[in-house]
């Protein structure tokens, strides 16, 4: 029973172990220095606000991808070489394309990307809107004839009986 028990906790140890070994692997931590607080403070932003062109839907800043690594590093330079913000969005996004920019830029080809949800929310509103006017229209309007006689006919039946 004992030669169980302390199989069982190095079974665990090790499961632990190497768990935190996947941990602190998983989790690359860059030390960038920065003089000026402004400057790391744009950094983060940027990195923030870049996505990676290899990961879903992650920021750069997030991502342990090469390429995140790759363009957290040209960020950094770009930073202390007195580029706007700007002009490093700019740089991405020649380099890797509009994907790495969260918020897309209002252009001709990304107008419709901007556009079509204000126009949806339009639609259905005047949709809505018809749908209203159209079902208070029917029910106010009044019998026809023949439907009044029928239900003239059917109240005198039920009042009969």
Same mark, same amino acid.
């Given at each position: 029973?004992?030669?169980?028990? *302390?199989?069982?906790?190095?079974?665990?140890?090790?499961?632990?172990?190497?768990?935190?070994?996947?941990?602190?692997?998983?989790?690359?931590?860059?030390?960038?220095?920065?003089?000026? @607080?402004?400057?790391?403070?744009?950094? #983060? *932003?940027?990195?923030?606000?870049?996505?990676?062109?290899?990961?879903?839907?992650?920021?750069?800043? &997030?991502? &342990?991808? @090469?390429? *995140?690594?790759?363009?957290?590093? !040209?960020?950094?330079?770009?930073?202390?070489?007195?580029?706007?913000?700007?002009?490093? !969005? &700019?740089?991405?996004?020649? !380099?890797?394309?509009?994907?790495?920019?969260?918020? @897309?830029?209002?252009?001709?080809?990304?107008?419709?990307?901007?556009?079509?949800?204000?126009?949806?929310?339009?639609?259905?509103?005047?949709?809505?809107?018809?749908?209203?006017?159209?079902?208070?229209?029917? *029910?106010?309007?009044?019998?026809? @004839?023949?439907? !009044?006689?029928?239900?003239?006919?059917?109240?005198?039946?039920? #009042?009969?009986?």
């Amino acid at each position: 029973m004992a030669l169980i028990r *302390s199989c069982l906790a190095a079974l665990c140890l090790g499961v632990l172990g190497l768990l935190a070994a996947g941990l602190v692997q998983g989790a690359a931590i860059e030390l960038r220095e920065f003089d000026d @607080p402004v400057l790391e403070q744009r950094y #983060r *932003s940027l990195t923030a606000s870049l996505r990676c062109p290899t990961c879903e839907n992650q920021a750069i800043n &997030d991502s &342990d991808a @090469p390429v *995140s690594g790759d363009m957290r590093e !040209r960020v950094y330079l770009l930073l202390h070489e007195g580029v706007s913000d700007m002009e490093i !969005r &700019d740089h991405m996004v020649q !380099r890797f394309g509009d994907y790495v920019l969260y918020n @897309p830029r209002l252009e001709g080809r990304t107008f419709l990307l901007w556009g079509l949800p204000a126009a949806l929310v339009l639609l259905g509103g005047v949709l809505v809107i018809l749908v209203v006017r159209a079902r208070r229209n029917a *029910s106010a309007s009044a019998l026809t @004839p023949e439907e !009044r006689a029928r239900l003239d006919a059917l109240i005198n039946r039920e #009042r009969t009986e």
